[in-house]
């Protein structure tokens, strides 16, 4: 088996972070940059990752993970 690190010498870890989607807690895996860009765009618009996420969840298509609905939205 081949370490990824060979096929993709550029790969960006991805970060696992808790988020709370409706009331219930969550996890998802994204970038430090999408981390970063949630962030600015929650305080842009005054609320939370948390909030931010919630809101996202709510509008994606049922099939689409959420950490692909806000890789999109961003």
């Not at 081949?2 to 096929?7: E, K, P, Y």
């Not at 409706?22 to 909030?51: F, M, N, Y």
Request: net charge neutral; charged share 25%; with cysteine.
């Amino acid at each position: 088996m081949t370490d990824n690190t060979d096929i993709f010498p550029h790969r960006i870890p991805l970060i696992s972070r808790n988020i709370t989607i409706l009331g219930e807690r969550t996890s998802a895996r994204l970038e430090p940059q999408i981390w970063r860009e949630l962030q600015e765009v929650a305080v842009r618009e005054g609320c939370t990752i948390h909030e931010l996420s919630s809101l996202l969840y709510l509008r994606k298509e049922a099939s689409t993970s959420l950490s692909s609905a806000l890789r999109v939205f961003l």
